[in-house]
């Protein structure tokens, strides 16, 4: 059974400043991916970023970057020149090659300060 | 391009009482998944279809039973609501190829209470 743990129930930061959401994973797969999704008030699920585990470099997505550190299991999500419109509930996702169900996190809620 | 859509957006049940949920897509995927959330709990997985014609369970499937009536819609039905089913409910559907890591698109939820 895979899980996620995003230990951050909730985080703030300044407009216009940076922020890291953590998050970790347990997995006994080798071939698996990972994602970061929004949730804004309007509850839809936004892909933000994603992260095939076999690729070393790590992805971006212009403001959006991550960290993936394979061996300690932990993929956290840095957002740069924080904007009003980041403020969302954010969800760490992990899922399987050839089985894509996924395994998501309890999610951290972002508040953008003015 | 409508991507996934869900029907209803909101329903109000009473203890006892059916209902299916509604879900289509316009993407042609082979994949689609119905997950519930709860405060706290992020998204849980109750049943995915692979592929048109088979159904599997997930995480929480116990009082929930679905259809994937052709390619494109995939239903979600209560057979005898419980206020614990309270809950949004939200389609995905990804797709589906084998050895493709894909992402899943989600539909923009239900909000069902069951008093």
């Known amino acids: 059974a895979q899980t996620v743990t995003q230990s951050q129930p909730e985080m703030s930061v300044q407009e216009a400043e940076t922020v890291t959401l953590s998050c970790t994973y347990d997995?006994?797969?080798?071939?698996?991916?990972l994602f970061w999704y929004k949730q804004p008030p309007s509850r839809q699920m936004i892909l933000v970023i994603r992260?095939?585990?076999?690729?070393?470099q790590n992805a971006t997505e212009n403001r959006f970057s991550v960290n993936f550190q394979k061996a300690a299991k932990s993929f956290s999500l840095k957002i740069s020149d924080s904007q009003l419109g980041d403020a969302a509930m954010y969800f760490c996702?992990?899922?399987?090659?050839?089985?894509?169900?996924?395994?998501f996190g309890t999610g951290t809620r972002l508040t953008i300060i003015p | 391009n409508a991507g996934v859509t869900q029907t209803p957006k909101f329903q109000v049940l009473k203890t006892g009482q059916s209902m299916t949920l509604q879900c289509a897509q316009d993407?042609?995927?082979?994949?689609m998944y119905w997950y519930r959330q709860d405060p706290g709990m992020g998204l849980r997985l109750i049943y995915y279809?692979?592929?048109?014609?088979?159904?599997d369970k997930g995480e929480v499937p116990n009082g929930y039973n679905v259809s994937r009536l052709n390619k494109r819609e995939f239903s979600l039905r209560l057979e005898s609501a419980a206020p614990s089913q309270t809950s949004v409910y939200f389609c995905?559907?990804?797709?589906?190829?084998?050895?493709?890591?894909?992402?899943?698109?989600f539909g923009p939820g239900t909000r069902l209470t069951v008093l």
């Open positions: 997995t006994s797969e080798s071939d698996y991916y």
């Open positions: 996702a992990v899922g399987n090659f050839g089985n894509e169900k996924l395994t």
């Open positions: 992260q095939e585990a076999y690729k070393q």
């Open positions: 993407m042609n995927h082979n994949s």
């Open positions: 279809s692979a592929s048109e014609g088979t159904t």
């Open positions: 995905a559907s990804t797709r589906g190829l084998a050895g493709v890591a894909d992402t899943q698109y």
